[in-house]
């Protein structure tokens, strides 16, 4: 069955069986190996995509179902050179360590920031109940999404005064400081 | 940027500072490659397991459906395995069952195929002809020894027993029971255990091939040294013919410290059959079923004490359910009964520790080892003597800490870098413990008459962990690092201490970068790979920063010495120096083994001396809610204050004790392997049930920098398994403060705690081996 989408702002169009797991179109038929698999059953997270901006588990979605829909998986969040808000505070504030569910937690905060610019902690942690993390203790991705909140709003704010972010963009790398 | 470019080399400084993790970007992109994300090898297949369904049993047969179409399908069976051992510490667990069956999900038949489909049909034409035996699954009919169900290897365990291995520990006074009735308060108490399975995010998985230098392996592991030494064994071969690397690894925990030499082995069979590579990951079910848990344990304490609660005797007997094979189930006991004495000043010990095999799937290596299980014993064990003496908990255990100067059970004296007295101490400030316990139980009084049916406790735990292996582990291992120079003044660590999310690659990075002044950005860090880099001993034990770290400091020494003499000789950058140097020698390389500190004294005959070059010290305070009607626990917050020597990355340091206590909480409250018959009901991550980010609890993470001279970076100690220790004793105290329930047996499920507040689960009815 063909099926189109828009996946991380390009139109993709494949010809797969409907009811595969978009999971594992994402992995096997893209190769995007961003997006992990941890359990297989909707309860991990750590597969967690955007579809039409809202977070889901690609473990529990039928390629289907994504027809005429936009996707956007971690690798739609930044770029080596221009690391989302998001990554960049993972990398700098401790939300990483196995990396593991990295992914799927910063597609999952992605989701809460594009629609509540200044989170309390407790809509963090609520935003992020369906993404498991064995390592953190979540406090360090608590502060890590708190962190990308003010960065957000700081580019957000240097894009209305200056129209463009790209030189705040510039001077902190993701590389070791 | 970059310091060879600098007339000296940027002083780099960065010890103490949470710079970036190295492969954080990576991480964030997504572009990190863990096992399963592995691009394919050209004609790979893929490789599964079928395993045994009963617990015990004698192999009749095994069929392959005559229907089913096998002409795709590679099948290994025992016999085609060319010596049938996991190499570890006994040998006695076979790589596939041939003739009998010790434990449920046993492995028998390995199967590949190209079709993932059809391997799992072909799982379902393999039919397995078993003899049922009668089982043993619990460690009481273990130790009562009628039904013997594990034989000892040559030199191992005692015959004709299920004892797979007892130690005894005694100090002072020979006739402990003498003391005991010279003491003026005595007081018994049995605390129990149950399994905790890692649960690491990634499952478990390997990728092998064979060509003409031998056997290749890519995977998700602790230990790439195991896993070389388990494939030499099985396949017979020679060390240089098997090539392991680790790929990027989400989490291990110490799940993956023994376990992947199974697996390992299984994919390298598969492959060598078929002469195609052959990737096996496991699905969550199977990792949790056939994988290797916690070691449950039951600890039997009585002590004495004086009139004022000076502690004089303890009595204790540790027994740990090992499952049905050695694994490494000796190291876990030894640990075990290493910190069971607690933070304690003991003048007078007899302690007994015991594993037993069962007809269990077995159990190994977990974060804290066997400590958690005894320093929860030893932590109930105190709060329920203050509550007999009818003094604060903490009262108590500030009475009886160990300070400098101080010997433990084992007879070591403790030189220096003892932080209990201050971690407690900043634990009750940081807390404001006596006050907020004051505040608490005024709350609670209002909320009983007010008729609410929710009760606020604060309860503490005070606790060690040795770092670095156990006794004269560090000296029999000898562990090695190497650094070389590389072109532009760069520098490259070669280590086996693998990075598995706790920061080991920036950590090292950090360390090399002070002791030779080369910028972190220009140090990098080898796969750990067994033909690239030298054996630095596994990736356990709270070893890595301290043990390995400090060998890492060593090498990047000696090579910033001789490039900066070369500078002071010759003149130039110091990259131009190193630039010169690489042409003179043509390579410069500094390769160091660990030496232990020269104190350090282990007697394994009389188990005494030095257990541990030292000790890390923690106190945690637990606040929680619990719902008198539901009996729900709810931690609030978790005051964390723990002593890391020297904080290398303070942040990574935070996200160890942080997450650390989280799963330790999870062992407390939510996580409970079920068992029935040998099987386990809940082999799902919907039923087995870690914390979420909604269950944790705020932390307020306190590091405390009390150096270890002899640590790297100024003194850093080993902290990894540390938080693992004292969290559950500390909400079990605060749930008692909570609801005047003292539970003695994990976990506080609300079922439990209901059970326990009808007096159903009295701390000392369930197992009596001495009776």
Known sequence: MLIRFRLNGETREIDVAPMRRLLDVLRLDLRLTGTKEGCGEGECGSCTVLLDGDA????????????????????????????????????????????????????????????????????????????????????RIVESVRVAAVERATLARSKTSNGSPASQRGTKSGAPQ | MTAPN????????????????????????????????????????HGATVRSPVPRGRIRSVRFDPSFDWSDVIVVQASDVPVNVVALIADDQPVLAAKQVNHAYEPIV??????????????????????????????????????????????????????????????????????????????????????????????????????????????????????????????ALEPHQVDVAQAVTGGGFGGKEEYPSILAIHAALLSRKSGRPVRMIYDRTEDIEATTKRHPCLCEITTGCDADGTLRVLKMRVVMDAGAYVTLTPVVLSRGLLHAAGTYRWPNVFMEAIAVATNTPPNGAFRGFGAPQTIWAIERHMDALAAYLGTDPMVLKRKNVLVEGDTT??????????????????????????ERRAEIEKENR??????????????????????????????????????????GGRLRIRTASTDIGQGTETVFRQIASDACGVAVEDIDFAVPSTKVVPNSGPTVASRTVMVVGSVVEACAREIGDRVKTEQVEQGGTFAEAADRLLVKEGSV???????????????????????????????????????????????????????????????????????????????????EVVWKDGLIQNPRMTNYIIPTALDAPVFDTTLVECPFPYGPGGGAKGIGELPMDGGAPAIAAAVEHATGIAVHHLPLTPERLFEASLGRLSPTSTFHPAA
């Open chain 2, 446 to 487: 209002r909320r009983a008459q007010r008729g609410e049916r929710k009760r606020l406790g604060i309860g503490a735990s005070i606790f060690m962990h040795g770092a670095g292996f156990t006794g004269s582990g560090e000296r029999v291992l000898q562990g090695k690092a190497a650094v070389d120079l590389l072109p």
């Open chain 2, 6 to 45: 600098e007339k000296e080399p940027k002083s780099a400084g960065v010890v103490g500072k949470s710079i970036s993790r190295s492969d954080g970007v990576a991480k964030v992109l997504g572009t990190a490659r863990y096992v399963d994300d592995l691009p394919a090898l050209p004609g790979e297949i």
């Open chain 1, 56 to 139: 889901v588990n690609a473990c529990m979605v039928v390629i289907g179902q994504c027809d005429g829909r936009e996707i956007t998986s971690v690798e739609g969040l930044g770029s080596e050179k221009h690391l989302a808000p998001i990554q960049r505070a993972f990398v700098t504030d401790g939300g990483a360590q196995c990396g593991i569910c990295t992914p799927g937690v910063l597609v999952a905060a992605e989701s809460l920031l594009r629609r509540n610019a200044a989170p309390s902690d407790e809509q963090i942690r609520e935003a992020l109940a369906g993404n498991l993390c064995r390592c953190t203790g979540y406090e």
């Open chain 2, 110 to 235: 390995l199967l590949a195929c190209a079709d993932r489909r059809k391997l799992t049909l072909a799982k379902l034409a393999v039919h397995l002809d078993i003899e049922p035996l009668v089982p043993v699954l619990d460690v009481a009919t273990a130790l009562e020894g009628s039904n013997v169900v594990w034989t000892a290897p040559a030199g191992f365990g005692e015959p004709n027993t299920n004892v797979v291995k007892r130690y005894v520990l005694t100090k002072g006074e020979v006739d402990v029971d003498a003391e005991l009735a010279r003491c003026a308060h005595v007081l018994s108490g049995a605390y129990s255990t149950h399994h905790q399975e890692q649960l690491y995010i990634e499952p478990q998985g390997v990728l092998s091939w064979w060509d003409d230098d031998g056997v290749h392996l890519v995977g998700s592991m602790q230990c790439p040294f195991y896993v070389h030494k388990a494939l030499v064994k099985a396949f």
């Open chain 2, 589 to 671: 390389t500094a390769l160091h083994q660990y030496e232990p500190p020269p104190f350090v004294h282990w007697d394994d005959e009389a188990y005494k001396g030095d257990a541990y070059p030292c000790f890390a010290w923690m106190c945690d305070v637990a606040e929680v809610e619990v719902d008198l009607d539901t009996f729900e626990t709810d931690v609030k917050k978790l005051y964390l204050i723990g002593d890391v020597g020297k904080a290398i990355h303070p942040t990574m340091c935070k996200g160890q004790l942080e997450g650390g206590s989280l799963q330790a909480m999870g062992w407390a409250l939510f996580e």
């Open chain 2, 409 to 434: 059970a084992t007879g070591q004296l403790l030189r220096t870098s003892v932080s209990s007295l201050e971690c407690l101490d900043k634990g009750s400030s940081a807390s404001r413990y006596v």
